[in-house]
């Protein structure tokens, strides 16, 4: 009996080894609780994704895009399928892509997706592959993606089967398609997408090609009639109704279109497969790229093959021992999660559509990325990608100073080259001066200055990146009524934060670049927070026009994403530390270390902290910024992650935004947190892991723990190290980074 316990020991032990890291990834964590992440096949940033679309058609789903506020195509309480989504986004607060629906049906054709939609049972997701079984028709649905491209698989019951490409539904709150027959097996077209965020003008097509791997039997397209009355309605049997186009056979358009395939005399398990490119260039683009990244022969199981190598190539740059199984399994789904953005735009010879001028095509050497989502990833995620992934770092800030040279401005909140303007601040500036300050410098940093520089310096009436610049320059902050209301209401405070933040890091980088005068400038402005602070509630308040403190004035107002005056999503308690560049002065108008640390306290113990908030995020590390408090970072972030980050499909505390949320999880649970954009530091914290190794331009990073609880000790390269904010050039160039923990504080 003890052999055989020693041998099954032995076998599983030998099983865990030999897992790789994409099968520690759970694409349904996030995909509830307005997550907004999705199970669908990607490749690490990816212009293709393909995603289950389940949130449309259905009385029978808990969640439908049509009858509120919607913005991911996937819900995990949801049961009605209506088909494959291709180009989706991950983690995002507001509806967008999710188009160029794919569907496989049995029996008579159907062309309504409320009639062909089905339920579906035995889904399967992992890094690169997704799969169901549709209840209606016992068809397989599976499908796999290249970096550009989507490949299908469907496996049918005996009889007739179809494919069809619905044009008309969708995410997006965009409309208009056209859809052109190439050969009876392929066919070709774009999909108007756009007016992400409110923003009804920010449109951009998507151009696709269509592959299906057998001959069909019969093709045609179809067309939603316009509803029709009197004696206009006479004259069509169609009027409101799917019209099927059976012998016509050039190119359709319109708001609700779509084409179809059917198959005749399909035996049991006969199999079609469907392959789809698209290009944000053209048609001929999405072929090229179709015909690039899946050449003649190509299997659907050697492209899943081929995308899980790229997840595990990316995903086991960090590699991590010991944490329990579900531990694991949260940190490499996080770090999946933030590979999904910024994504590919450009096409495989180059091209790509120029950032906001309609129509031009621009070529690039390397890569070109879209999607900077960058209110919420300049805090963290370009971070992890600057230290695990820099040679894709590089290309991003490349993409981002080629923005500034098509069309004046650094990005905000861009998609596939357009500028949404959603949310506030000036969020390039922290990225690419942290990126530049942690050593990548193969960008053209004197253009990137110059943009900065610009945002930083032109007035309001000129300046799209800061509108509500001209009473931040004269009086160092903005006032309430100055900036007209968004849908957020006045957020005056937080637009100013936002700015200081990102002063800060250009005071920074003009100081390193020789330019004195400019850095004291902006350093001076960073410092305009201490205005909004008020010694009566000991938060920041916002400020009237005539200069007075809005009264009445509750810290509180804003919880839950409620409106607030002066605050975006968020209170007075979820911005007041919000100074990550001048803790010292903060601590100082706050009467001292003691009060500061009490403040901050109260924050985590009276739930006024937001998990899924960017503001506060990174409150937990502030504690360390004051010797032996450091305890109360490392109990706070195990508490968080414990109670926020977990392997159920509402394990991420909320939207993921664009990886954000994940990307706090992986820096917390290996032991360090960027803790300021702009500054190249990182706070210590306990690690979850036993060992941890990164792969870096620098070589490997090795963290190791060593026992359980509080810190007690901490080594590099075997000195003892006495801080616990350390410089990204130290901890990366000066060996094992060693934990001794123990049971007490």
């Known amino acids: 009996m003890k052999r055989l316990a020693l041998l099954t020991a032995l076998t599983l032990c030998l099983a865990a080894r030999a897992q790789t890291p994409a099968d520690r990834v759970d694409p349904f964590i996030g995909t509830t609780n307005f997550g907004t992440t999705n199970p669908g096949a990607v490749c690490p940033n990816g212009m293709m994704a393909v995603v289950p679309f389940n949130v449309m058609g259905s009385e029978r789903n808990v969640y439908d895009k049509d009858a509120r506020w919607w913005s991911t195509p996937y819900e995990r309480h949801n049961k009605f399928f209506t088909g494959f989504a291709h180009g989706a986004l991950s983690g995002v607060g507001c509806p967008e892509m999710g188009a160029l629906l794919t569907m496989a049906t049995a029996g008579e054709l159907e062309v309504d997706y409320k009639s062909y939609g089905s339920g579906y049972r035995d889904e399967q997701a992992s890094p690169g592959y997704y799969g169901l079984r549709l209840d209606k028709y016992g068809i397989r649905a599976e499908a796999t993606a290249t970096p550009r491209s989507a490949a299908e698989r469907y496996t049918f019951p005996a009889g007739k089967g179809h494919i069809l490409l619905n044009l008309g539904e969708g995410l997006t709150n965009e409309s208009g398609a056209v859809v052109r027959r190439v050969s009876a097996t392929e066919i070709e077209g774009t999909k108007l997408l756009g007016t992400f965020c409110y923003n009804p003008q920010k449109v951009f097509p998507v151009y696709f090609v269509l592959r299906v791997s057998r001959t069909p039997s019969a093709a045609g397209y179809w067309k939603k009639q316009r509803p029709m009355t009197g004696v206009e309605a006479e004259w069509t049997p169609d009027n409101g109704k799917y019209k099927l186009y059976t012998e016509y056979g050039r190119e359709l358009a319109g708001d609700d279109v779509g084409y179809w395939f059917t198959f005749d005399d399909l035996a049991e398990g006969d199999q079609v497969e469907v392959r789809m490119g698209i290009s944000f260039v053209s048609t001929e683009n999405a072929r090229r790229n179709l015909d690039a990244e899946q050449p003649v022969g190509a299997t659907f199981d050697a492209l899943r093959a081929a995308a899980r190598k790229r997840w595990n190539d990316d995903l086991g740059r960090i590699r ?16 999946y999660h933030a590979l999904i953005h910024p994504n590919l735009v450009s096409d495989v010879n180059g091209e790509y559509p120029l950032m906001e001028r309609s129509g031009e095509v621009g070529v690039t050497e390397g890569e070109r990325y879209t999607v900077f989502s960058l209110w919420d990833t300049y805090r963290n995620l370009h971070q992890l990608l600057t230290l695990v992934y820099p040679e894709r770092q590089s290309e991003m800030l490349r993409s981002m100073v080629d923005m500034s040279r098509e069309w004046g ?15 506030e601040g000036d969020p390039s500036i922290p990225v690419l001066v942290d990126s530049w300050m942690k050593g990548l410098r193969d960008f053209d940093m004197e253009a990137a200055y110059r943009a900065m520089r610009r945002s930083a310096t032109t007035p309001g009436a000129e300046n799209p990146m800061r509108p509500d610049i001209d009473p931040y320059i004269e009086r160092g902050y903005i006032p309430l009524g100055f900036y007209a209301k968004d849908l957020a209401g006045d957020t005056s405070v937080s637009h100013a934060l936002e700015y200081y933040v990102a002063d800060a890091a250009l005071a920074l980088l003009a100081d390193s670049l020789g330019y004195k005068e400019d850095a004291r400038l902006f350093r001076d402005r960073s410092l305009g927070y201490r205005h909004y602070y008020d010694k009566e509630y000991g938060t920041l308040r916002p400020i009237n026009e005539d200069g007075s403190f809005l009264t009445p004035f509750d810290p509180r107002a804003g919880e839950n994403f409620s409106a607030a005056p002066g605050f975006h999503e968020g209170s007075a308690w979820n911005y007041t530390f919000y100074v990550p560049h001048d803790v010292e002065g903060l601590t100082r108008l706050m009467g001292g270390r003691r009060k500061f640390v009490d403040k901050l306290q109260m924050v985590f113990d009276e739930g006024l ?8 995020i990174a409150y937990p590390y502030l504690f360390s910024r004051f010797r032996g408090e450091e305890w109360r970072t490392q109990r706070e972030v195990r508490r968080l992650l414990n109670k926020h980050f977990t392997t159920a499909a509402d394990g991420i505390p909320g939207n993921d935004d664009t990886g954000t949320m994940s990307a706090w999880a992986v820096f917390s649970m290996m032991g360090f947190y960027p803790d300021c954009p702009g500054e190249p530091y990182y706070t210590l914290t306990a690690p979850v892991f036993d060992r941890v190794e990164i792969d870096t331009g620098r070589g490997t990073l090795r963290i190791e723990k060593r026992g359980e609880g509080y810190i007690r000790r901490m080594t590099l390269g075997g000195r003892p190290l006495g801080k616990y904010r350390i410089a990204h050039d130290e901890l990366t160039g000066g060996g094992t980074l060693v ?6 504080r």
């Open 320 to 335: 991590v021992e010991g944490g329990t199984p579900e531990q694991q399994t949260v940190f490499y789904t996080a770090l």
């Open 409 to 423: 401005w650094l990005p905000k909140w861009e998609l596939y080259g357009r500028e949404t303007f959603t949310m």
């Open 609 to 616: 902290y937001d998990p899924a908030n960017e503001p506060d």
């Open 739 to 744: 934990y001794e923990l123990e049971n007490r």
